[in-house]
């Protein structure tokens, strides 16, 4: 079945850092992709998405390009600030027609100024 | 646009009693609603599908009688946990998602406590 494998946390960088969060993922068909982040006691923000192959979601100087030759999709942000600190969870919705997700097991990331 | 709301935003309960949980869309019909849960540190597990007017689609696992999802409008589900054990202390998310749309809009979440 259809699976995402993301990179163990948690992380911890320093204010300015350059952060990458691996996400790789398995689908049957054409899956579109998400990165979510969710703050200490709320519930899940999206962060940005991609719905094709070549696609690059972008939002609040984070980046992640859908890459199908190499099945991934890689979290980047250029320079971190002390309130990206939270957990950061890839997603794909397997579009086959129950539109479910399937989470990655999430990568909490912690920021220090 | 697209905000999803639930109620409470948390709950302590005792021993055996039962738990009502709201999710509303706001400013949209959902015509599918989902359900999570998620313990401490991990990712959310997919307790339910419902769609508008029909009955839940629970993940294996996930005790249907234990966990009473109504999906009685485009706009509202409810999750009641029914004598609820300490064990079903979670946090529950619910998701809604349009007609053949291919994301979900996710709830700010219900702490639970049972005692």
């Known amino acids: 079945g259809d699976s995402v494998t993301q990179m163990e946390g948690p992380v911890t960088l320093s204010e300015e850092a350059f952060l990458t969060i691996n996400c790789t993922y398995t689908?049957?068909?054409?899956?579109?992709l998400f990165w979510y982040v969710q703050y200490p006691g709320e519930g899940l923000q999206l962060l940005l998405k991609a719905t094709k192959a070549d696609d690059k979601g972008s939002n609040k100087g984070f980046e992640a390009t859908y890459r199908k030759e190499t099945t991934s999709f890689h979290l980047e942000k250029g320079s971190v600030q002390v309130s990206d600190s939270a957990v950061y969870f890839c997603?794909?919705?397997?579009?086959?027609?129950?539109?479910?997700?399937?989470f990655g097991t999430g990568t909490r990331l912690k920021v220090l100024a | 646009g697209a905000v999803v709301s639930q109620h409470p935003s948390w709950v302590i309960c005792k021993s055996g009693t039962s738990v009502k949980i709201e999710c509303r869309s706001l400013?949209?019909?959902?015509?599918?609603m989902f359900w999570y849960r998620q313990f401490p540190k991990q990712s959310l597990m997919l307790m339910a599908t419902s769609n508008e007017g029909s009955k839940a689609t629970y993940e294996q696992g996930v005790e249907k009688d234990k966990f009473l999802i109504n999906h009685a409008s485009l706009t509202l589900s409810t999750l009641t946990v029914t004598s609820a054990h300490p064990e079903d202390s979670s946090f529950y998310i619910c998701?809604?998602?349009?007609?053949?749309?291919?994301?979900?809009?996710f709830g700010p979440g219900t702490r639970l406590t049972v005692l």
């Open positions: 998701s809604a998602s349009l007609l053949r749309a291919n994301e979900q809009f």
């Open positions: 400013d949209f019909q959902a015509t599918t």
């Open positions: 997603a794909l919705s397997d579009g086959g027609g129950t539109y479910k997700y399937i």
């Open positions: 689908a049957t068909g054409y899956p579109s």
